[in-house]
């Protein structure tokens, strides 16, 4: 119900502050119905700056694999696994995208 109530919205009637979460949303919802290319539209709207900047990323990555594009995954999945260049080797976040990563290169038979 949440996704077909937020894949109703009207993005410009959401206070600024909060779009970034309807866009992760927005990517999740296109995601699921295989529309990979207004998937990864919906991600790349997530701002940088956004606690959903890192998931967006992920979601969008999961996507370039699903479309059977592994370079732009790779790419991707490396600018994940950059946020988390400082964080202990036993961080969640970086842990995920260096096994992500790791699906890259083995979908790319790399």
Avoid at 85 to 104: F, G, M, Y
Wanted: charged letters at 20%; a positive charge; hydrophobic letters at 35%.
């Amino acid at each position: 119900i949440l996704d077909y109530a937020i894949s109703k919205v009207t993005i410009s009637d959401i206070p600024p502050k909060n779009r970034d979460m309807i866009y992760f949303r927005l990517g999740d919802i296109k995601a699921k119905s295989l529309d990979y290319k207004g998937a990864i539209e919906f991600y790349n709207q997530v701002s940088q700056n956004s606690p959903y900047y890192p998931q967006a990323l992920y979601g969008k990555g999961l996507v370039y694999l699903s479309a059977n594009q592994p370079d732009p995954a790779i790419r991707t999945f490396q600018q994940m696994r950059a946020l988390y260049d400082k964080a202990p080797i036993t961080d969640t976040n970086k842990v995920i995208a260096t096994l992500s990563l790791a699906r890259a290169f083995y979908q790319k038979q790399d």
